[in-house]
Nanobody
Framework: EVQLVESGGGLVQAGGSLRLSCAVS????????IGWFRQAPGKDREGVAC????????YYGNSVKGRFTISSDNAKNTVYLQMNSLKPEDTAVYHC?????????????WGQGTQVTVSS
């Protein structure tokens, strides 16, 4: 059974940092793309970052470029999202997702999400 479990969310002041973790189980971790998404109340889901399982290429949404970093630890089957210089508009539920292939794109499996709240 494929499972993705996020952790690391919380309340932080603007300008602060958080590191989210996505623990993955149930499939060969390093062959699939893993992405981070977020959804704020009343807004559409937004792609935040993705790491390709094919070639390790990193992708970022425009709103987080230069502030967020996605990385993976294959030995721990875990993908991280380091979030720096956080802004109130980063407040959302953050989900990780696994694609059905090594390319960032169609996501087949989703975690339950972790809340990130940035106070001004």
């Amino acid at each position: 059974e494929v499972q993705l479990v996020e952790s690391g969310g919380g309340l932080v002041q603007a300008g602060g940092s958080l590191r989210l973790s996505c623990a993955v189980s149930g499939f060969t971790f390093d062959r699939y793309a893993i992405g981070w998404f977020r959804q704020a109340p009343g807004k559409d889901r937004e792609g935040v970052a993705c790491i390709s399982g094919e070639d390790g290429t990193l992708y970022y949404g425009n709103s987080v470029k230069g502030r967020f970093t996605i990385s993976s630890d294959n030995a721990k089957n875990t993908v991280y999202l380091q979030m720096n210089s956080l802004k109130p508009e980063d407040t959302a539920v953050y989900h990780c997702a696994a694609a059905g292939s090594g390319w960032c794109g169609e996501y087949a499996y989703w975690g339950q999400g972790t809340q990130v709240t940035v106070s001004s």
